[in-house]
């Protein structure tokens, strides 16, 4: 019988086969170890097979020659003396040295000399030894105070830029994108070591939302573990501010808020909303638009999609096109057009190549609709619309767009607008120009009611917060009168109106079956 007091033998955690034991450490783990007790890195000469930063960062060589980017890497561990006293501090010590090899070396005496020799006899420390000593234990504790590497900690930021001289947000090779700017950035301003420049896995890089090739945003929100400097640790505006000294005049960061450990911006955002601006003259009648084409001699001509509008012809229909306005039928129209598209519903037609089975097509669209137009500053009428919902497909948004300016206009019937979203009919769609879509928001409703941490919320325009006052500065001074400057630039808008009505027309929405596909493999490429 088993005495019930008999403590049993522990045994070994790991014990058994195909198990670690806990008790057996390995070199890497003792190297680990160490490293982390004295506060070092890895030494170069590490045998370990180095790895590549990614190919579309500013770390990686090609990055830096194709664009001329010049690094100007910071320290290993950040000192938070400034340079020029540091430069004093080398200088001044360059003079030490300088005025101890001109000075003459002290007379000992003889008694000194035999307290020294007896001292090296019986192995204890001299007086210069002792000196020695403590000069080294000095430079050690200053060596250790300039290599006390900064707080790591995971953040959240709000960013705003204008994307126009951007190959999209993430990063990709041989483009200059968003992410690579930004990573630069924060590398500049110390807050990404040396060894994790170039690798956004190793500082947990997320972003809320997926921008296109010249696509704008107000509330970009990404999630990155920076290592901030201990001054600041307790202000995040003045990690914001060092951020957006480093960053260029079209790339603002808005705000930080402090994010727990396993915060991921990606996951973490459950709905998100687009503003695409859309100018009035896109609404005017097909008859009248197409009088006004032939009468300064702007008809089709035996032109194509790749040619649409000469400079010319553009700079003489702008001013007759600034002045229309948009009608209280057709805003009305506009609305209940955009409105169809609520609730959860098949886009394969509004994407590139997605088949009509693939699960991903379908997409849940919370709410669309078209603000009261407002006059910019050179004349011209736009209306805003924003659309809200979980995600968005590449270009679903500007097809979505295009289609209902087409229902609004007469160009097609609202039936279209229902056979485009069903899943037994493929069809060509046009596509809006890129300039008039930006992120309006980023929004984390599950995120702040399960008070995690501090609240990401920046939906509320009413309110005095200064986060969301520079939210807005950025939205109405520099977004929106962008896209209005772009318009009177490139004409874009002008040529699409030209290409819908003479190169494209109807035959977009009578495609079916092998036509389909076929049609949409000479769909008009990306703006």
Not at 232 to 260: F, G, K, Q
Not at 326 to 354: E, I
Not at 358 to 369: E, G, K, L, T
Not at 466 to 487: N, Y
Request: contains cysteine.
């Amino acid at each position: 019988m088993t005495n019930p007091n008999k403590r049993k033998k522990n045994k070994p955690w790991g014990y058994g086969k195909g198990k670690r034991n806990k008790n057996k450490v390995s070199s890497n783990d003792e190297d680990r170890s160490d490293r982390k007790k004295h506060n070092t890195r890895r030494p170069e000469n590490d045998s370990r097979e180095e790895q590549k930063p990614h190919e579309g960062s500013f770390a990686h060589p090609a990055m830096q020659k194709m664009f001329d980017v010049q690094l100007n890497p910071p320290s290993l561990a950040t000192s938070t003396k400034p340079a020029d006293e540091g430069k004093k501090s080398d200088a001044s010590e360059d003079n030490k040295e300088k005025e101890v090899t001109t000075q003459e070396e002290p007379t000992t005496s003889k008694e000194d000399q035999k307290v020294d020799d007896a001292a090296i006899d019986s192995g204890k420390p001299t007086g210069a030894d002792n000196t020695n000593d403590a000069n080294a234990k000095e430079a050690d504790a200053e060596q250790n105070q300039n290599t006390k590497r900064n707080l790591k900690r995971k953040v959240a930021l709000l960013l705003a830029f204008v994307g126009t001289e951007y190959g999209g947000f993430q990063m990709n090779i041989n483009q200059r994108t968003l992410q690579a700017q930004i990573e630069l950035a924060l590398y500049q301003a110390n807050m990404l070591s040396e060894s994790n420049f170039g690798f956004p896995h190793k500082y947990s890089w997320s972003n809320s939302a997926r921008t296109d090739k010249g696509v704008h945003a107000c509330a970009q929100v990404c999630s990155v573990k920076l290592e901030i400097p201990h001054e600041m640790v307790e202000s995040m505006d003045l990690v914001r501010e060092a951020i957006n000294t480093h960053l260029p005049s079209d790339i603002r960061c808005l705000d930080i808020v402090r994010a727990p450990r396993a915060f991921c911006a990606r996951t973490s955002r459950d709905r998100v909303r687009y503003q695409y601006m859309v100018p009035s003259f896109l609404l005017y009648d097909r008859k009248e638009v197409r009088q006004l084409f032939e009468k300064h001699k702007c008809h089709k001509n035996g032109r194509d999609s790749n040619d649409p509008l000469s400079e010319e012809e553009v700079d003489v229909l702008r001013p007759i096109l600034a002045k229309y306005r948009a009608t209280p039928d057709q805003l009305s129209k506009l609305r209940d057009t955009l409105d169809m598209f609520k609730g959860t519903q098949s886009y394969h037609n509004f994407t590139r190549r997605l088949a009509r089975d693939d699960p991903s097509r379908q997409r849940y669209i919370i709410a669309f609709n078209a603000q009261d137009p407002v006059v910019m500053e050179d004349g011209t009428e736009w209306i805003p619309t924003q659309v809200t919902g979980q995600a968005f497909l590449l270009n679903q948004i500007r097809k979505m767009i295009s289609l209902a300016v087409d229902v609004t206009r007469g160009a097609t019937e609202k039936e279209t607008l229902t056979e485009a979203l069903s899943d037994d009919r493929e069809m060509r769609l046009s596509i809006a120009p890129a300039q008039g879509l930006f992120l309006d928001m980023s929004i984390f409703h599950g995120y702040n009611n399960s008070k995690k941490g501090d609240p990401l919320d920046w939906e509320d325009s009413t309110s005095d917060a200064p986060a969301i006052q520079r939210w807005k500065d950025f939205k109405q001074h520099v977004v929106m009168p962008h896209v209005v400057k772009e318009e009177a630039n490139d004409g874009n808008f002008i040529k699409y109106l030209f290409l819908q009505e003479y190169i494209y027309g109807q035959g977009n929405y009578k495609l079916d079956g092998e036509q389909a596909k076929t049609a949409s493999e000479a769909n008009e490429p990306e703006k």
